[in-house]
Nanobody, 125 residues
Framework: QVQLVESGGGLVQAGGSLRLSCAAS????????MGWFRQAPGKEREFVAA????????YYADSVKGRFTISSDIAKNTVYLQMNSLKPDDTAVYYC??????????????????WGQGTQVTVSS
């Protein structure tokens, strides 16, 4: 059974940084795309970033380009989201996801079969 477990969320002041981790287990993820999504109160869950495990190719939402970096440690089956220059608008529950998506499908929820439980990120102004 596939499990994705996020950690690293918390409270930070605007301009600060946080690093989220997503530990994956239960299968081989070499062909997968791992993604990060977020959901703020009253809003739809939105795409943040994705990484193709086999090639290391990365994809970002325009709203986080230049501030967030997605990376992986294959030996640990772990994906990270380094978040810098955080803004109050970044406040949300952040979810890790895994799936066999391609192209634009990797920015949509339907592109992912597996989801973590989420970790809260709160940015104070």
């Amino acid at each position: 059974q596939v499990q994705l477990v996020e950690s690293g969320g918390g409270l930070v002041q605007a301009g600060g940084s946080l690093r989220l981790s997503c530990a994956a287990s239960g299968r081989t993820f070499s062909g997968y795309v791992m993604g990060w999504f977020r959901q703020a109160p009253g809003k739809e869950r939105e795409f943040v970033a994705a990484l193709r495990w086999s090639s290391g190719s990365t994809y970002y939402a325009d709203s986080v380009k230049g501030r967030f970096t997605i990376s992986s440690d294959i030996a640990k089956n772990t994906v990270y989201l380094q978040m810098n220059s955080l803004k109050p608008d970044d406040t949300a529950v952040y979810y890790c996801a895994g799936g066999y998506c391609s192209g634009n499908g990797c920015s949509a929820r339907r592109g992912y079969a597996y989801w973590g439980q989420g970790t809260q990120v709160t940015v104070s102004s």
